[in-house]
């Protein structure tokens, strides 16, 4: 029998999957009908979502880090 956790993970997985395919098949529809300004906006969009997305990541790991570093001296 699997975990709830392993349950929760398979349930957002399959809720996911169909979003990222509208996505997908989305953008070449899309791209066409965008000007250059929109298309270069919504890419630094992304890349602001993909910055704030990797320090949180690095600052989860770091913390993680030193809270684990704590406890072994301690």
Request: net charge neutral; charged share 5%.
């Amino acid at each position: 029998i699997p975990s709830d956790g392993l349950l929760m993970l398979s349930a957002v997985i399959l809720a996911m999957a169909p979003t990222i395919a509208v996505t997908f098949l989305a953008s070449g529809p899309l791209h066409g009908r965008l000007s250059t300004g929109a298309m270069d906006t919504l890419a630094r969009i992304s890349g602001i979502i993909l910055v704030t997305l990797s320090l949180q990541l690095l600052v989860s790991g770091i913390t993680g880090l030193v809270i684990t570093a704590i406890h072994m001296l301690s």
